[in-house]
């Protein structure tokens, strides 16, 4: 049975819209703007969608960089309402990054992220600054979405912030060694109660691999996410709608889960 998109609210949780089309990291140069970037996810029903501004262009500009996208998300919120803007933080720069914290909380947003720390040259997820900016998410209740996210950086992060909401991006492959393989991440989000995974990037295109993931982490782990415009939302849409879910399920997977760890 292939479920219908219209009954359910879908909210993709992992994109990258941008303002200046150098930004735009589609691999083939789409879309070329926001209003298409916004046509697109409207079109395959995800009318809203979350997730930051990537700006690798701005990644050697230090804190600058970083204060830059951040702008840039508010400035998209405010022209797309559909927009919920996640928030980048360096951490190079601690003391910046907790206090953009508070200043981004104030005008409402609950997201950091995604972090990618590889592209933006950021600080791997267990460095000294990153482990005092997510305690500083922590206590504001924030939701920290993270590209991949290897065990050996997590735990540390775990450790020290048990209260923190960590979205990790991208499954991966049933295969692999253990930072890599899909089936070993996802066992290691079953074993730690505020760890979550979203189905963006590679890992859907395998059959089964989103009823594996419920069966195993619980229907309130898994949270739809595509990666656009790396990546079509409309396949990670229809991976999940042709896959054997319940509409309970479906209802957490598509908005309900993500729509809790922000506050909604």
């Known amino acids: 049975m292939i479920h219908n998109a219209a009954d359910f609210e879908i909210i993709d ?9 150098a930004d735009c990291i589609g691999p083939y140069g789409q879309p070329k703007s926001m209003a298409e970037f916004d046509a697109e996810m409207k079109k395959v ?15 050697d500009d230090g804190w600058a960089g970083i204060k830059g996208m951040n702008e840039d998300a508010l400035r998209i919120r405010d022209q797309f309402p559909g927009y919920i803007p996640g928030i980048q933080v360096h951490g190079g720069y601690p003391q ?3 206090e953009e914290l508070h200043r981004m909380y104030d005008q409402g947003i609950r997201m950091v992220g995604e972090l990618v720390p590889y592209s933006l040259h950021t600080e791997n997820f ?4 990153m482990i005092t900016i997510f305690k500083e998410m922590e206590k504001l209740n924030m939701l920290a979405s993270v590209h991949h996210g290897t065990r050996g950086e997590l735990l540390p992060v775990l450790e020290a ?7 990790m991006a991208h499954p991966g492959e049933p295969w692999g060694d253990e930072d890599m393989n899909s089936k070993k991440r996802l066992e290691f989000v079953a074993q730690h109660k505020n760890l979550y995974m979203d189905i963006s990037g590679y890992g859907p295109h395998r059959w089964g691999m989103i009823r594996w993931a419920i069966d195993l982490c619980g229907a309130e782990k898994i949270i739809f996410g595509s990666d ?19 509409d309970a399920e479906l209802r957490l997977l598509l908005a309900g889960n993500f729509k809790r760890l922000i506050g909604e």
Do not use: Q
Request: glycine share 8%; proline share 11%; net charge neutral.
């Open 161 to 167: 912030c048990p209260d923190l909401k960590i979205m």
């Open 126 to 129: 267990n460095s000294p600054g």
């Open 13 to 21: 949780a992992h994109t990258h819209p941008f303002l200046d089309p």
């Open 96 to 98: 910046e990054s907790c």
């Open 45 to 59: 029903g995800s009318v809203r969608y979350a997730g930051s501004v990537i700006s690798v262009r701005r990644a």
């Open 228 to 246: 656009m415009p790396t990546c079509p939302a409309g396949m990670y849409l229809y991976a999940a709608l042709c896959e054997n879910l319940t």
